[in-house]
């Protein structure tokens, strides 16, 4: 099983739409949880923290649920300039962060 | 953005040959990090090194050889490699230990192995 688990995509969804990612992780001790952002050929740039009372950063809101180890990312009335891959990040507890495959979005016209 | 520099940004390199890549952070952290890129996987932890000092090495070939001469520095020498370690070669840099800590990413170093 991997450490952390997402659906690849791609979603293809339509500017103003709603769309939700979710992410599983296996480690049940993992501390801290985020949402980096990649484009294509860019490095990853956090995008938001994930806490366990959820959190809402403009049109972007990330929930995290230790007991069922999912994390989720809302984003509200998509931009163009949303699309990109987004990458489900865990700190298993140690220094290092572990890192899904990620989910790509492509918002359209 | 210039918290994290990386040179080169592309390389292409034979078999036998030996280069190093560089990185630099201008942030004043304590951390810094080697990660991997390869097509259609997860970014790969490779080296940590906390206050200068290798903290983890994520069982990465000893053809890979790191190097942390100051907490603002850090270098990735590399020899003899394979083609299937053609990948974009990060690095990343943080503040901590915290519960919170966030990691920092450069552009990367696109290397192609031939």
């Known amino acids: 099983r991997k450490e952390v688990e997402q659906d690849p995509g791609p979603f293809n969804v339509p500017e103003g739409a709603t769309v939700a990612f979710n992410c599983t992780y296996s480690?049940?001790?993992?501390?801290?949880f985020f949402w980096y952002r990649q484009d294509c050929r860019k490095e990853p740039k956090l995008l938001m923290s994930?806490?366990?009372s959820g959190n809402e950063d403009g049109r972007f809101t990330a929930q995290l649920n230790r007991a069922s180890q999912y994390i989720s990312l809302l984003i509200r009335d998509s931009k163009l300039s949303d699309s990109a891959t987004y990458l489900c990040v865990v700190n298993p507890g140690r220094r290092a962060l572990t890192f899904g495959s990620g989910t790509r979005l492509q918002v359209q016209p | 953005e210039t918290g994290v520099t990386q040179t080169p940004r592309h390389l292409v390199m034979g078999m036998t040959n030996k280069k190093s890549l560089k990185c630099e952070q201008h942030l004043g952290h304590n951390a810094m990090y080697w990660y991997k890129q390869s097509a259609k996987k997860p970014l790969e932890l490779m080296f940590v090194?906390?206050?200068?000092?290798?903290?983890e090495n994520n069982s990465v070939p000893s053809r890979f050889s790191p190097e942390c001469p100051n907490s603002s520095h850090l270098f990735l020498h590399l020899h003899t490699l394979q083609p299937e370690d053609s990948a974009l070669y990060l690095c990343?840099?943080?503040?901590?230990?915290?519960?919170?800590?966030?990691?920092?990413f450069g552009p990367g170093t696109r290397l192609l192995v031939l």
């Open positions: 090194y906390s206050l200068e000092e290798r903290v």
């Open positions: 480690n049940s001790a993992s501390q801290s």
């Open positions: 994930v806490y366990s």
């Open positions: 990343a840099s943080s503040q901590g230990p915290g519960r919170q800590e966030t990691q920092y």
